[in-house]
């Protein structure tokens, strides 16, 4: 097995300046891969286990409002054979606590913390990198075997508190993935919101394959009547985040891209 990525040459400009040429570059991402819906985790889940599917749904059921709640209650919560999860923020620092506010906070964000178990499969698994030129023509391949894996707890503890030491702090990433929001599970339709960080321009695609800049530009809230999984990047001073990714399933319908019996 093998994590694929696709290296994209692109063209990347860094003013809004209309005369500038930008420069093209090689930007990479992982694939896509078919999102499992969640009665395609609770079948195969049900078959490993030799339990029905609908107890394997109960608990399945049970788990999640087990988690959230104690979860939104300030712990990190395990997660069978994968690690932990806990609730967290980014926010800006300050001098004075008179300056101390709810407005500090930027964004309220879910952690993973991996298991040591799963952090080391993930580093033995080689990573296979497919080049496309501007043209959209694979002109490379690049294999490599195994690596090192970000301490997701180490970068988010220094990202939480960032800042300059005044009520203007800075963020340490580059640009944020765009929040996509609506109701998961719709009966006749639902609408989708799409919000990026302050400035950028936020692009989307509904048809499951990645945005970029020539995707559908957001400005209005989407109507959906079917199943659709909605993808979106935002673009800021020539850069790009990563893609976020959100499938609203019509009841009735197969959720996501469901890989099959």
């Not at 300050?94 to 930027?106: H, M, N, P, Y």
């Not at 800075?170 to 799409?194: C, H, K, R, W, Y």
């Not at 959100?246 to 890989?259: P, Q």
Request: charged share 25%; glycine share 8%; aromatic share 6%.
């Amino acid at each position: 097995m093998a994590l694929k990525v696709k290296a994209v040459e692109r063209l990347l400009k860094f003013t809004k300046d209309e005369n500038d040429p930008g420069v093209y570059r090689y930007m990479m991402k992982p694939e896509m891969y078919s999102t499992l819906s969640q009665s395609k985790v609770i079948r195969e889940a049900a078959l490993r286990s030799g339990v029905s599917q609908g107890v394997m749904k109960a608990c399945w059921d049970a788990a999640g409002e087990v988690i959230k709640a104690w979860a939104t209650e300030g712990h990190a919560v395990a997660l069978p054979g994968l690690g932990s999860m806990r609730f967290g923020l980014r926010s800006k620092s300050v001098e004075k606590v008179e300056d101390v506010k709810t407005g500090l906070i930027k964004s309220r964000r879910i952690i993973f913390t991996p298991s040591v178990d799963l952090k080391d499969e993930l580093a033995a698994t080689s990573i296979m990198i497919t080049c496309y030129d501007r043209n959209g023509n694979e002109v490379k391949r690049v294999t490599s075997t195994s690596g090192e894996v970000e301490d997701n707890e180490e970068n988010e503890n220094e990202n939480e508190n960032s800042g300059s030491g005044s009520s203007t702090g800075s963020e340490t990433e580059n640009v944020m993935a765009p929040e996509i929001s609506g109701t998961s599970l719709f009966t006749d339709s639902t609408q989708v919101t799409i919000q990026g960080p302050q400035g950028a321009e936020v692009r989307y695609t509904t048809d499951g394959s990645d945005p970029n800049a020539e995707s559908t530009l957001y400005s209005e809230a989407i109507t959906l009547s079917a199943t659709t999984t909605i993808k979106a990047i935002a673009i800021l001073d020539g850069e790009t985040s990563e893609v976020a990714s959100k499938t609203f399933t019509k009841s009735g319908e197969s959720g996501g891209f469901d890989l099959g019996n």
